[in-house]
């Protein structure tokens, strides 16, 4: 009798020898024969040594065990090589050269077939569209009786659009960094969203010498103010901003309508965030309608178009020795970033493009100038950074001439005054055939005239005050606010803590004149201090010594007195936030970040019917400005001032890293992909030499 388990195998063995091929023939006695124990492998047949090979059987199963010309014995020799290495790396690298062409082809493929959806075969129609009677015959109002516009357009064109209609009305002037940062932080679903601006695009700034000289192009610095309003289901209108009425919640706006005429109106508003920017400093000089300036896109284009006009201009035939000079004479007034960076450009462009396309006498002749008023330019970088960059621009032959004032700019000259090092003022002329100001900023007309309206509260020349909460001082709290360049922190910690302990001491009774601060009391005041205003944490970190150093009679306490010279000191040591891209970006995010935490807890306060007091502070805490650093590029080099005594300076590297913070900090992924191919294409092709 079989056991089972051999019977089942028999028959397994049978019906795959017949399924086989004939070389591969099994017979059922081969695989019922029981051959003796040996130490075997799956692919071939080892002995142990000492072992006969005569007790291995002479015919193992053909099928799990293929002689040595059916299966190579497993091994970490490589394959044979039946071609030579170099047709073998030929292959290899042909099939690696294929599947990147092949990848390419279905990008490419991809591409074709995305692009052949965003055209529209036929015409789009919406059918009837609902708009308000008020967006199309507003009703006239305010001081001046203007129309008064309460709904726009597009308020009823989608659902989501008239729900947001109903929310808060939140008006923005200007489309700088302030405002961008703004929108791109602000949630969707909780204003109704208007931006009023003359320019219907964001410039980006910091990159804006660059574009002067080709070596960026103007359309990869401007991103569409509408495109970035699209996320939140914002408005905007192309417009100027003339004037604000507080006490009515009235913008004043102004525009050229087709028959050129101007026509103004009102836009009402629940909050109004003046980001207006500010202008070009004068600084009281004459002649400066001779001079270019580099504010606008439309300035770099203007730029672009004089320093090609002065090349060709010398290379005619015609033109006189001095002329020529004259022409390839470039002057920059002011040492700041902007003309540092333009200097530089400028003298890439000369250096890297002039040589290749224009005669050589040119290059000889071309002469670049800095003038500086103070002792070193990038007078706000470190000392150390301020020497690399003057080095810098002595080897590329740009000559900078510090302790310099500009009195008059003449067509075909500049004059100045420059302190020599013995004392004695001595005054210069310059022939020059370009020149660029740039010499800081002052407040545009707009914040001249609501300084002028706030009165007292307003005593700033050059930005309008506001509060650590970023709200415009004079007007109600929680209604009006400033960012950027137009605007100025004022702390006042003096008056205000003062103020507050005056209340204090009058709640209790008692004189502040005589009201004494222990030091558990002047450290809660410290405290109250860091709080509200955030900029003095710095100046409070010891408050022990600060206690000790004021405690003048050695009482122990500190009175009314001693505790007003105490904050006078930390308010002397406060600077004004400095006038960049970097603090308006700060400060866009934190109004947004506060204006939708306010937004959240409206539902609430409305409840409990709280519509008075600081509503800002007991719901968000008070601006702080975090300095990251500034950068500035000198001419295939570049200088980092992280701050804190730290920085950095280096070659093409720096240049690299300079490069990537700036493409990082890019609004839109249109624009980074613009600017690296504007990199791109200057490598591989140099500057476009054209005017246009």
Known sequence: MM?????????LALRVGRQSSPSYNLASATLLKQPKRTNTCQFGIL??????????????????????????AISGKPLPQRRSVVLNFAYRTAAVVGTGVGFIGALLVAFFIYDATTYKESSVTFGDCHVSETALAPRRGGPKNLPVVESLLDDEDTEEAKRRKTKPRLVILGGGWGSVALLKQLNPDDYHVTVISPKNYFLF???????????LEMRSLVEPIRRILSRIGGHF???????????HKLVEVSQIDARGEEVRFYVPYDKLVIAVGSVTNPHGVKGLENCFFLKDINDARMIRNQVMRNLELACLPTTSDDERKRLLSFVISGGGPTGVEFAAELFDLLNEDLTRRFPRLLRNEISVHLIQ????????YDEALSKYAEDRFARDQVEVLVNSRVKEVQKDKIIFTQKAEDGNILTKELPMGFCLWSTGVSQSELCKRIAAKLGPAQTNRHALETDAHLRLNGTPLGDVYAIGDCSTVQNNIADNVVTFLRGHAFRQGKDPETIELHFSDWRDVASDVKRRFPQAASHLKRVDKLFAQFDKDQSGTLDFGELRELLKQIDSKLTSLPATAQRANQQGIY???KFNKLAQAAPGLRANDIRDGDLDEACYKAFEYHHLGSLAYVGNSAVF???????????LWAVYAWRSVYFAQSVGVRTRVLMAMDWAKRGLFGRDLMSF
């Open 237 to 247: 209108l192309r417009a100027s901003a003339e004037d604000v009425e507080f006490s």
């Open 373 to 380: 008023s103070r002792g070193h330019i990038l007078n706000t």
């Open 3 to 11: 056991p089972p388990q051999l019977g089942a195998a028999r028959t």
């Open 47 to 72: 002995s142990r040594p000492g072992v006969s090979k005569r007790n291995v059987p002479s015919k193992a199963i053909p099928w799990l065990f293929p002689p040595k010309h059916v299966a190579r």
């Open 591 to 593: 109004l947004a970040k």
């Open 641 to 651: 001032d992280l701050g804190g005594g730290w920085g950095l300076t280096g070659g």
């Open 205 to 215: 700034t910091p990159m804006l010498p660059s574009a002067t000289v080709g070596t």
